[in-house]
């Protein structure tokens, strides 16, 4: 019963990230190509002239070279002369080639990030399915694949008018014009017009990127049966759940590392264990305000160095405080003696104005009253 009312519930849920992922690994992403190939386009207008620019002089020195060889033919120089021209003509072409990659990359990264689905290579037989393929033609994608065609034939249409209708007075007045100051016009305005075709082919494929996307999301939509399926497997998922406990433990270390500064005194093991308390008067007895081992307790101990904070050898008592007391706790009544001589020798040597650095507890301190716990 619960697989059926899943099945025929409504798809109202937001898709979780688990499924949104599955989705762009099976090729499902809700971008569109047009983007990358429209600006690419637009930047080619500008590095086109350039590029021709070049190719005009490696055109130029090749057919000089071509004379040199007409004059004493040689196959071996007439193939250098071919190598180094074709050489030439591949890095004027360079540029132009690395940026409209680079544009390309950027586009689909853009658009949700660059993910490769080895699963949209593999056959597909509902590929295949010409049924499939009428529905794509005449459903709402077809009819908005023709409003999309029929809206850029429109601004091509538009870009190129109003183009050769700028064009048409200086046709007119060619004849009183130099050769090389018509063909830079001509060459000006056809520059224009790619320049005006690609940002209204940039507009239609924004606009195309967003139906794309709000389709996508739609059909990554989930209903309510199928999202707590999900959070059932997630919450069972061992990944998950290990993923979730190293973050929490992170973030209570990063916070028990703030508060090393605070503390009043750091009980060392001397290198294997560390325990940092604080004491404020008539607040209760000290708390435990970080503590671990090894490279834990190393990071306390450089903390507590860095902050002139007073380290204390006492191993039976650094020991005893980490296996007794959790983070946050207040130390056991137990330890009150021991720990009271601790702080009374740490305010001897602060009130000497040398706390800083590892100590040993001086014989004959005298002991300070602690607030009893509640």
């Not at 109202?12 to 429209?38: D, L």
């Not at 992170?250 to 093991?269: E, F, H, I, K, Y």
Request: with cysteine.
């Amino acid at each position: 019963m619960s697989g059926q009312s899943g099945s025929t519930e409504e798809r109202t849920e937001k898709a979780t990230p688990r499924k949104i992922k599955k989705a762009r690994q099976e090729g499902r992403v809700g971008n569109t190509p047009e983007i990358g190939a429209w600006f690419g386009m637009l930047a080619a207008t500008w590095l086109l002239p350039g590029v021709f620019s070049s190719l005009m002089d490696v055109a130029t020195a090749a057919f000089v070279q071509v004379g040199w060889i007409i004059r004493d033919p040689d196959v071996g120089n007439a193939l250098k002369v071919g190598h180094a021209a074709a050489m030439d003509a591949v890095k004027a072409f360079l540029p132009l080639a690395i940026v409209i990659a680079i544009i390309g990359v950027i586009g689909v990264a853009v658009q949700g990030g660059i993910w490769v689905s080895p699963k949209l290579l593999m056959p597909q037989a509902k590929k295949l399915n010409p049924l499939n393929g009428l529905k794509r033609m005449f459903g709402p994608q077809g009819a908005w694949q023709a409003a999309k065609m029929l809206g850029k034939s429109i601004a091509l249409a538009l870009v190129v008018y109003l183009s050769i209708e700028s064009l048409i007075p200086t046709v007119y007045g060619a004849g009183s014009l130099p050769i090389a100051t018509v063909v830079g016009i001509a060459v000006s305005t056809a520059l224009n017009v790619l320049r005006f075709a690609a940002l209204a082919g940039l507009v239609l494929a924004i606009a195309d990127f967003a139906v794309v996307k709000k389709r996508n999301n739609k059909q990554l939509k989930m209903t309510k049966y199928e999202l707590k399926q999900e959070m059932k497997n997630m919450e069972g998922d061992p990944y998950i759940k290990g993923q979730r406990r190293s973050r929490a433990m992170a973030m209570s270390r990063r916070r028990m590392m703030q508060a090393v500064p605070t503390a009043d005194v750091v009980l060392v093991n001397p290198t294997h264990v560390a325990v940092a308390l604080k004491y404020v008067p008539g607040t209760g007895a000290p708390r435990v305000v970080a503590k671990g081992a090894d490279h834990v307790a190393a990071r306390i101990r450089k903390l507590a160095g860095e902050n002139r904070i007073p380290m204390v050898q006492d191993i039976p008592l650094a020991r005893t405080l980490f296996a007794a007391c959790e983070i946050g706790q207040e130390i056991p009544e137990d330890l009150y003696r021991a720990v009271a001589i601790v702080l009374a020798f740490v305010m001897t040597l602060k009130s000497k104005g040398s706390a800083a650095g590892t100590h040993r507890v001086a014989t004959g301190t005298r002991m300070p009253a602690l607030a009893r716990t509640a």
